[in-house]
């Protein structure tokens, strides 16, 4: 048994009482690396959970100052210091959806191409470059929005936006002048681009997994390429496809960087897309390090707590969505 | 189906077919055309910037001459900083979880969670150390920015450092185990070196994602204009000195931002690109 290993450590195996010295040893080893790795598991459970704790009680004052209605509260005033989150929160939501909206259709397309049409031999070049697009900083896009897209839009699409839908009734105000270039539709836009790596990766993944018998089948009856992907692919891998759209979405919603380079940072509500608005994730980046003041500190912690509850469930939903599908696949 | 019957009918399918299939091959291009756009943007406003002075100097103040020596040596530090707190902590969590716990409710329940943490906004991070490290310790510090990248280094190590351990064959283990090793050496001595590649994948990827990361270090390195290798200190970053510069309105600092832009865009994306060559092709996630 451990004759071999007791060789190697050098130890006399003729003495009994030196093997079980030498077990004795590496009972102690084996529990204490256990226990070390146990510790560590345990210690990304503590992470998460200090993470929410110091949330709430760095939150605390707003909630105290402002009760519950600091949630649709709508002023932001730090001289008055009246805070409330529904400019933030409202801008998080709408710039997340436009992302989406743009996002899906142009990630479900390229996975389309990626596993149905592309050549083989052409998958992995283009697969890795559609990931690097994930792996370029978020900072970049900021700077790349401010100085190259925002002006673009300013200059050509806003224009024409608001020259096209000017005489349509509820569209009219969506599309609302002046185009300043930066703005909740420019952030929506950047967004967009940020997560259409995760919702072709994922969608390329779970696409993936549609067994070659069933898209087969299909062609022998005498399907096109698209009717097997609408009828066939799409239909099986649903709930993946929405697991990558859910995760897509959770990261659109807590995007910093880039979005406070091109949102405009204005505290407000405005029907017009064209119009600066504000984030979550915006409003903390720019103002944390200047405000004064428990409850302007404590207003933007709570800030970051609703973004925390909102993307977690998210997150969480997108990875039950997942792990369903890599159940079914015994992956 | 029959298409003797209805030649207009099957024309008509194959033609929304090709439309369809159209649309998939532009939507592919537009993601690979972003990407040309932003590399190309970054070396067209960044590559003339490139000098000496970019590795030698400080970050200037506006209207004079400078480099971003600081800011780059702020990264490498805080960057080091990360993976030093986060990659034992996330490789031993994932060895739990492979090793011990494959199928427990806790390597459930952690995964889970681990999950959440690898796609978590990183502000909220930020915020989270600020809470616990810089409003009580009353400054800001270079060792914040270090432990808040670590806690984004974590959840990478741990994701990847699990799925390579799981692909190793258990026929390893159990071999090694026969010959009377103890688990600890087994796992240490054999299922790490077979999964060796795709541990050090894990933590180059992690690396990657931390040393563009701004948000985390906003409020708890902060940053600094002059060098600075006090890690109890407020620490320059390049990320962070790229958000400062390209929103100030100076030109010559916007200028700067770009170099900057420009070196920390080229050494993620190479970090990344020498991870997925080292991983076996089609493992990687």
């Known amino acids: 048994m451990a004759d071999l290993a007791l060789q190697n450590s050098g130890l006399s195996s003729s003495a009994s009482v030196d093997r079980s010295r030498v077990l004795t040893r590496f009972k102690v080893g084996d529990a204490t690396f256990k226990y070390i790795t146990l510790g560590s598991a345990v210690t990304v459970l503590v992470i998460l959970g200090g993470v929410i704790v110091a949330l709430i009680e760095g939150s605390m004052p707003a909630f105290q100052a402002f009760g519950i209605s600091f949630l649709w509260g709508q002023s932001w005033n730090p001289v008055t210091e009246k805070f409330g989150a529904l400019a933030p929160v409202y801008g998080t939501i709408v710039t997340s959806l436009i992302a989406m909206l743009i996002a899906i259709p142009i990630g479900i397309g390229t996975a389309i191409f990626l596993t149905e049409i592309c050549p083989p031999w052409l998958r992995r070049p283009i697969g890795t470059a559609i990931e690097l697009l994930a792996g370029i900083p978020s900072i970049i896009y900021g700077i790349w929005g401010l100085f190259v897209f925002a002006p673009f839009l300013q200059s050509t699409v806003q224009p024409f936006l608001i020259s096209l839908f000017g005489p349509i009734p509820v569209l009219s105000s969506v599309f609302a002048g002046p185009p300043y270039g930066i703005g909740t539709l420019t952030a929506g836009l950047i967004l967009a681009i940020m997560v259409l790596p995760f919702v072709a990766s994922i969608s390329r993944d779970v696409f993936e997994t549609v067994p070659a018998v069933l898209k087969e089948a299909a062609y022998g009856l005498g399907c096109t390429r698209w009717e097997v992907v609408r009828n066939v692919i799409i239909p099986y891998t649903r709930v993946g496809i929405i697991g990558g759209v859910m995760l897509g979405l959770g990261r659109a919603l807590g995007e910093t960087m880039a979005v406070t380079f091109v949102i405009g940072n204005a505290h407000r509500i405005s029907a017009s897309i064209l119009q600066p608005g504000t984030t979550i994730s915006a409003t903390i980046a720019n103002e944390f390090t200047e405000a004064v003041g428990d409850v302007y500190t404590s207003s933007l912690v709570a800030l970051g707590l609703i973004l925390f509850v909102i993307t977690f469930f998210v997150l969480a939903a997108a990875r039950l969505m997942l792990m369903r599908i890599e159940k079914r696949t015994g992956g | ?285």
Request: hydrophobic share 55%.
């Open chain 2, 1 to 285: 189906m029959d298409v003797a019957k209805n030649p207009a009918a099957y024309a008509k399918r194959k033609r929304a077919s090709t439309i369809a299939m159209g649309l998939c091959i532009a939507a592919a291009a537009i993601g690979l055309g972003w990407l040309v756009l932003i590399l190309g943007t970054l070396l067209w406003e960044g590559f003339g910037g490139l000098s000496v002075a970019v590795f030698t100097e400080n970050t200037p103040p506006p209207g004079s001459q400078g480099g971003l020596i600081n800011a780059i040596v702020g990264s490498l530090i805080m960057t080091f900083l990360g993976t030093l707190f986060g990659t034992p902590l996330g490789i031993l969590a994932g060895t739990y979880m492979a090793e011990y716990g494959r199928y427990g409710k806790l390597s459930m329940v952690i995964r889970f969670i681990n999950d959440i943490l690898l796609s978590a906004p990183s502000i909220v991070i930020g915020l989270f150390v600020y809470e616990i490290m810089v409003a009580r310790m009353g400054h800001f510090s270079a060792w914040a920015g270090g432990v808040a990248l670590g806690i984004i280094v974590v959840p990478v190590v741990v994701r990847t450092t699990e799925d390579m351990l799981n692909l190793v064959p258990n026929q390893l283990r159990e071999a090694a185990s026969a010959l009377g090793l103890p688990r600890h050496v087994v796992i240490r001595k054999i299922a790490y070196r077979a999964a060796k590649a795709g541990m050090v994948t894990g933590v180059l990827l992690a690396v990657a994602r931390i040393s563009g990361e701004t948000a985390p270090l906003l409020f708890t390195a902060l940053n600094n204009q002059f060098w600075s290798t006090d890690l109890n200190g407020p620490m320059a970053s390049l990320p962070s000195v790229i958000f400062q510069f390209a929103l100030s309105p100076y030109k010559d600092w916007q200028a700067l931002a770009w170099v900057g832009a420009l070196i920390i865009t080229f050494a993620v994306l190479a970090l990344s690109i020498t991870a997925r060559t080292l991983s076996s092709p089609g493992k990687q996630r």
